[in-house]
């Protein structure tokens, strides 16, 4: 048997503690539980977006109670760029543009045409869901307003809302504040009083039939105006101005499409200027996600 010098011993320790240390270090490096949740965590929190694109028809426009352009339906198409901040927070811009299917009024020279532009705040928290928008109008040949019909409305918007789930069907009743700044800078006029707003209550039911592919979802609403819908004469209304219901159905032919079919009746008693007390629509729309 070979024997060992002082020397050759001492490069021998040196070796194996050597090799010890390295071996230790691969270990916790492909093990460390630690780094491979933190890194998992960082993934869950990138960024993703995705784009919801809607076209679609309803045969009146009525908006916050009021016929606006009575006897004439509308087409519209939506575009919806969402970016989500993390887990709980969202950020997205429903681009939304309009044009009536009719001219009712002999002082327009062409259509009513619309154009919304909602930059909107979306955080969660629980159950419950937190809004906050700046929504900028762009009116074309709205009659009443000159030159050409045209005005630039711009509002601010605070919503709340909470959804409860009891079996399959989800319930979510909802607050939602409407501001109107006036007109916009660079502009004589806008087509909403300034200083008044809008308060709007609802409820949602969102109702299975046939899996995911049928959904049923009533929505419930009793709406107020300060000073914000005007009646027959000219005045402005405070106080309730009309309760709605909608009833949508929607059908999911896959996970990015869906087609949807409404119909829907509000009654207002506040005499709001062109609309009956009691107005029936309905519509339609194609949905597409990706």
Not at 113 to 135: M, Q
Not at 185 to 193: F, P, Q
Not at 204 to 232: H, M, R, W
Request: hydrophobic fraction near 35%; glycine fraction near 10%; aromatic fraction near 14%.
């Amino acid at each position: 048997m070979m024997r060992l010098t002082p020397c050759m011993k001492l490069k021998v320790v040196v070796l194996a503690f050597a090799c010890l240390l390295f071996t230790d270090l691969s270990v916790l490096k492909a093990a460390d539980p630690g780094e491979l949740s933190l890194q998992e965590e960082v993934d869950s929190e990138k960024p993703a977006t995705g784009v919801n694109v809607s076209t679609g028809y309803d045969s009146l426009y009525v908006f916050r109670g009021e016929n606006v352009i009575p006897g004439c339906g509308i087409a519209w198409v939506r575009m919806d760029p969402v970016l989500s901040l993390g887990k709980n927070d969202m950020f997205d811009i429903p681009f939304w543009y309009a044009t009536a299917l009719g001219n009712p009024r002999p002082d327009v020279a062409q259509n009513y045409r619309e154009f919304d532009v909602p930059l909107t705040y979306t955080h969660k928290a629980g159950d419950f869901a937190f809004t906050g928008s700046y929504n900028l109008y762009f009116y074309f040949n709205y009659p009443g307003y000159s030159p050409a019909g045209q005005g630039i409305q711009h509002e601010l918007h605070l919503g709340s809302s909470y959804t409860r789930k009891t079996g399959g069907v989800s319930w979510t009743p909802s607050l939602d504040y409407f501001y109107e700044l006036g007109n916009a800078i660079g502009t004589l006029y806008g087509s909403i009083n300034p200083g008044s707003s809008f308060l709007l209550t609802s409820l949602t039911c969102s109702i299975p039939v046939i899996g995911e592919k049928l959904t049923i979802d009533p929505v419930a609403q009793y709406n107020f105006t300060f000073g914000y819908n005007l009646d027959n004469d000219l005045n402005y209304m405070w106080g309730g101005n009309n309760a709605q219901i909608t009833l949508p159905a929607t059908w999911h032919l896959n996970k990015r499409i869906s087609l949807t079919a409404y119909a829907a009746y509000s009654y207002q008693w506040q005499q709001l200027l062109g609309t009956t007390p009691g107005t029936i629509w309905g519509g339609g729309s194609l949905n597409y996600s990706f």
